[in-house]
């Protein structure tokens, strides 16, 4: 009897505690409000313009090493002016009788040329070229300006005729004009200077010649020619004697030549800068 109150006790316990299980399980039900879902927007089409805005990156400069084509080098190099010719100039000696029978000298206003001559023994002219010196050529400019060549019709032929002497030729050209005058012999002094000035660049620019053969081929003959060159500097007969200051130079340290030609060379050496001074 005893156990079947005990048993009946234990279900009623179980049966209380149970239900009280169950209401504090709906009362926290009751308090939890309901969470709101928020609604999905729907994701709009994109348009063609944004497309293009989104897919365009700025590009990345790539580094060159070429020029742009047309466009300016980083440095330009400064070109120095150069002076240029202007005009021509000619002289011509020919007396087909002489040693010497033909002589051509060219240039232009900057001293600049050729010399060719003929020798009566010889078939073939030889061609040299040529530097006038300055001081020369402001020679040559001064008769030519004191003749008032290109300007002036004046014959300065004399009235009789010399041509076993040899014939002078001279041309002057400047621009679109030019003028030839022709004489064997002249009373202008202005002629005749200029004449002889062509005539002394001719003598040296051709012993200039004739000494550098000699030294190479056949030193024996530079005696001859040291003492031909005495005798020119003598007369006065040499265009521009310093000049030739770095040739003789050369000539009187050459041991190729004979010990008298370069003694005689160091003597025309001295002589030459004294002179200059």
Known sequence: MLTRITAISILLVSLCFAASEAAGQKRNTAKRKPTAVKAQQPTPAPSPASEVAENTEEPVPVKRNDRPKGGLPAEIPTVKPQNKATAEYEYLFFQPNFALSRVLVRHDDLGKGTVEFLRSDQDEPVTEPIEISETALARINANLAELR??????????????????????????????????????????????????????????WRFDMTLARENQPLESPKLIARLDTFLKRNEISDPVQMLPLLNELANDERLPLIARNHTLRLIEQIKKKAK
Request: glycine letters at 6%.
């Open 149 to 206: 060549f290109l300007e002036s019709s004046e014959s300065y032929q004399h009235e009789k005729d010399f041509s076993h002497l040899g014939t002078v030729r001279i041309t002057y050209s400047r621009g679109e004009r030019s003028r030839t005058a022709e004489f064997n012999w002249t009373d202008n002094q202005f002629a005749k200077s200029l004449a002889g000035e062509y005539r002394k660049v001719a003598n040296q620019f051709i």
